[in-house]
């Protein structure tokens, strides 16, 4: 990519953050471009879909707790790993409101472009999950596709108005049945 393009591409990512951060995975592209001052058809040519400009919005965010998993994986009690990657992972689903519905719909649809980072972010809860398993801290229970589905549902009760300010308390809810030897203070010290 020459240094030009490569340039109005990050400036637009730059800007399609701030707009999708404030009005959600449904913001206007034609927002975007505007602010971004360029025409609609140079978004499209840098991003042909919505799920395209998400997608690559998302992986930065997925690749980086794919990342942390291995981090975690590494250091600290499995139960510690899990419970600090989920409140993690929630925090990033939450960043862009509404986008838990393209997560859900993308993991089991091979040909979305936001599919491979989602399935990326599964592999890497799956683990520190089986770890934890492994360990006995964490549901037997319980597999990587449930942890996901149980990620996404705490990530919408976030983006819910009425539900928002109870979000923390029920993750604590979630993570101490998925994780049923720790208690209150072990859930809130994932915290971060």
């Not at 499995?78 to 838990?100: K, Q």
């Not at 972010?121 to 996901?148: I, K, P, V």
């Not at 928002?164 to 993750?171: E, G, I």
Request: charged share 25%; aromatic share 4%; proline share 3%.
């Amino acid at each position: 990519m020459r240094a030009d393009a490569r340039k109005n591409r990050d400036h637009l990512l730059a800007v399609a953050r701030v707009v999708v951060t404030e009005q959600g995975a449904d913001a206007s592209l034609r927002d975007i471009a505007r602010r971004a001052d360029v025409a609609l058809p140079t978004l499209y040519r840098h991003f042909p879909t919505r799920e395209a400009l998400l997608d690559t919005l998302l992986r930065e965010n997925f690749d980086a707790l794919a990342e942390r998993a291995v981090e975690l994986e590494a250091s600290g009690s499995p139960a510690e790993a899990l419970g600090t990657w989920l409140r993690e992972c929630v925090a990033v689903a939450r960043e862009y409101r509404g986008v838990t519905e393209l997560m859900a719909a993308a993991i089991g649809d091979a040909d979305s472009a936001l599919h491979a980072s989602c399935v990326t972010m599964r592999a890497a809860g799956t683990r520190l999950l089986a770890r934890a398993q492994a360990a006995g801290a964490a549901r037997a229970d319980l597999d990587g596709a449930e942890l996901f589905a149980l990620v996404a549902a705490l990530a919408w009760l976030g983006d819910q108005g009425s539900f928002a300010p109870r979000a923390d308390h029920l993750f604590t809810v979630v993570a101490s049945a998925v994780l049923p030897g720790r208690t209150d203070g072990d859930a809130e010290a994932g915290r971060h």
